[in-house]
């Protein structure tokens, strides 16, 4: 099955910027849809941007649509998520998935989406 890896969490202030990296391994992974989620401390996992198997075509939460930006390099096997201005409230452990399907739910909801990573923390300091 597909396989995930994030990186590139960490602690930075806000206003600035942190790229999120996740590696995927598997035999059909370059073709299916992929998202990021994110969840904090006592809330629910919600969705946060996802892109389709060939990147051109991205989706995003209200909250962070602007300032983050998805994008996938297939020949690395690789989804990357920009984030830039960042504020407080995007702290969170992030996680990358992959899509169930070649075609993506257009709900964007967690149970359209059957690999995940184990998370990486971000925390965004006033």
């Known amino acids: 099955q597909v396989q995930l890896v994030e990186s590139g969490g960490g602690l930075v202030q806000a206003g600035r910027s942190l790229r999120l990296s996740c590696a995927a391994s598997g035999r059909t992974s370059s073709v299916l849809p992929m998202g990021w989620f994110r969840q904090a401390p006592g809330k629910e996992r919600e969705f946060a941007a996802a892109?389709?198997?060939?990147?051109?075509?991205?989706s995003y939460a209200d909250s962070v649509k602007g300032r983050f930006t998805i994008a996938r390099d297939n020949a690395k096997n690789t989804v990357y998520l920009q984030m830039n201005s960042l504020k407080p409230e995007d702290t969170a452990v992030y996680y990358c998935a992959a899509s169930t399907n070649v075609i993506l739910d257009p709900s964007y909801i967690p149970e359209s989406f059957d690999a995940w990573g184990q998370g990486t923390q971000v925390t965004v300091s006033s």
């Open positions: 892109v389709s198997w060939g990147g051109g075509s991205t």
